[in-house]
């Protein structure tokens, strides 16, 4: 009985919002409209055929997938150069400046980053321009800013995913690697067929975190990829972004949670595929 309020406030906060919003995604549900019809798949069919949803299906896909090819094996790898200087006086000095874009806040990154691809007075180009490389307009070409969300997102997310492999390297049993030296290994082949089949379920869950995170790409976008006349991330056009546009600028709310219903089951897809993968390995040990 005692967790009843708190089960009460669990479901209020995440299972009432899911329900809500596939009920409106079979509502033609219109902000300046009395009546709220209910017109079944008719939201999905329509989101089939809209060129804007497939740009920003598309936009959200490969900003995801870079952020995974970039994040895993860069953070892996960062995880264990600190932890083979853990016996460093600046073993924590090496933790810390590796976390600390993870708990920076999303605008004021996203603002530094900004500045730092600005076509003009960025830092990036003027370095860019002492190897002889021409400037380039990184926030206002379609397929440069969609790289410059991809840098942000991964430098966002790496410290987190550095932790994580960091906790799993300290668990690793050091006899495997004693051995391994014994018999002549040197420390790269230690770390490839040690470390890594050993930490692969710390890859799935980073890889399944990072995928998911990604798909909900919103304020780096909003922040970094505006147009040249100011608009909001008009240069990337990602899902979120363009469902706050169907509610709030189109007043389409039935239309936008069809979008959300979307994204949803693309989040659990990628959830069940993390389990079945563990549920795999577990029946293989």
């Known amino acids: 009985m005692a967790i009843l309020p708190v089960l009460a406030i669990f ?70 150069l600190i932890y083979h200087r853990t016996r460093s006086r600046f073993a924590g000095f090496y933790e810390t400046t590796v976390f600390i874009p993870h708990v920076v806040s999303l605008v004021p990154a996203a603002m530094a980053w900004k500045w730092i691809f600005d076509a003009q007075l960025g830092p990036l180009n003027a370095l860019l321009s002492v190897f002889g490389v021409e400037p380039k307009a990184w926030l206002f070409d379609p397929v440069l800013s969609l790289v410059c969300v991809i840098v942000l997102c991964s430098w966002q997310a790496l410290g987190y995913c550095v932790l994580i492999y960091l906790v799993g390297f300290k668990n690793l049993p050091n006899s495997l690697f004693e051995a391994a030296k014994l018999d002549g290994a040197s420390g790269l082949q230690s770390f490839w067929n040690i470390s890594v089949p050993m930490l692969k379920p710390i890859t799935l869950y980073v890889s399944v975190i990072t995928l998911v995170t990604s798909f909900n790409v919103y304020a780096q976008v909003y922040v970094l990829a505006s147009d040249a006349q100011g608009a909001p991330g008009r240069q990337v056009r990602v899902l979120v972004l363009d469902m706050l546009e169907n509610s709030f600028r189109n007043y389409r709310i039935g239309y936008a949670a069809s979008e959300a219903v979307i994204l949803l089951l693309i989040v659990l897809l990628l959830t069940l595929v993390q389990f079945r993968l563990l549920r795999e390995r577990r029946s293989r040990a």
């Not at 079944?40 to 060129?51: S, V």
């Open 11 to 80: 479901a209020y906060v995440r299972v009432f919002p899911i329900v809500e919003i596939l009920r409106l995604s079979v509502h033609k549900w219109d902000i300046l409209s009395v009546a709220k019809p209910f017109i079944g798949l008719a939201n999905f069919r329509e989101l089939m055929g809209d060129r804007l949803f497939h740009e920003a299906l598309l936009n959200t896909s490969i900003i995801a997938f870079g952020v995974l090819a970039i994040t895993v094996p860069l953070s892996m790898t960062l995880a264990a």
